[in-house]
T-cell receptor, first 113, second 116 residues
Framework: AQTVTQSQPEMSVQEAETVTLSCTYDTSESDYYLFWYKQPPSRQMILVIRQEAYKQQNATENRFSVNFQKAAKSFSLKISDSQLGDAAMYFCAYTGANSKLTFGKGITLSVRP | GAVVSQHPSWVICKSGTSVKIECRSLDFQATTMFWYRQFPKQSLMLMATSNEGSKATYEQGVEKDKFLINHASLTLSTLTVTSAHPEDSSFYIC????????????FGPGTRLTVT
């Protein structure tokens, strides 16, 4: 079975600074996708970024980028120029052949003005 | 973009009654939808996979008779919590999948269920 681990329950970052959220996963599949989702206080799940395992190039979406280390099964999210609106819970997630999403426990990110 | 709605957004019911939550894909067809449960400050727990025209597949530990799922059309899946009890109070979220692979799923806004 696939597992996703987010070991840090909380992090804090100063506005305009950069923060990195960590995630590791375990799988025996060769083809899969990894995601970072943001859940603000409204609780609407918002897709931040998606990475296909076969793509060596790290995905980027504006201020958000990932460091995908396939051999190490690591998938961290870097948020640059942090903004107050980035404060939320962030979930790392995995999906493979069965299409089910497996989520990590999540990390609560706070942004200090 | 793909939009998924849920109705109601918040429901309060009395213990012993049943409540139905609807999940709709508004601008695309979804052969597969998923239902999750989330407790405060915790992760999403997959309850079941809903496939149009067939029985839902429940995750281990989820009571099929308590959480009835019906995927009546390519745009609608419903979750009925039967004989609700206070411990069923939670946040329920659905997602709808585009195509046959799980890499493109869109989430509904969630439904807060409070059982008194």
């Amino acid at each position: 079975a696939q597992t996703v681990t987010q070991s840090q329950p909380e992090m804090s970052v100063q506005e305009a600074e950069t923060v990195t959220l960590s995630c590791t996963y375990d799988t025996s599949e060769s083809d899969y996708y990894l995601f970072w989702y943001k859940q603000p206080p409204s609780r609407q799940m918002i897709l931040v970024i998606r990475q296909e395992a076969y793509k060596q190039q790290n995905a980027t979406e504006n201020r958000f980028s990932v460091n995908f280390q396939k051999a190490a099964k690591s998938f961290s999210l870097k948020i640059s120029d942090s903004q107050l609106g980035d404060a939320a819970m962030y979930f790392c997630a995995y999906t493979g052949a069965n299409s089910k999403l497996t989520f990590g426990k999540g990390i609560t990110l706070s942004v200090r003005p | 973009g793909a939009v998924v709605s849920q109705h109601p957004s918040w429901v309060i019911c009395k213990s012993g009654t049943s409540v139905k939550i609807e999940c709709r894909s508004l601008d695309f067809q979804a052969t597969t939808m998923f239902w999750y449960r989330q407790f405060p400050k915790q992760s999403l727990m997959l309850m079941a996979t809903s496939n149009e025209g067939s029985k839902a597949t429940y995750e281990q530990g989820v009571e099929k008779d308590k959480f009835l799922i019906n995927h009546a059309s390519l745009t609608l899946s419903t979750l009925t919590v039967t004989s609700a009890h206070p411990e069923d109070s939670s946040f329920y979220i659905c997602s709808a999948q585009v195509g046959s692979w799980g890499y493109e799923q869109y989430f509904g806004p969630g439904t807060r269920l409070t059982v008194t």
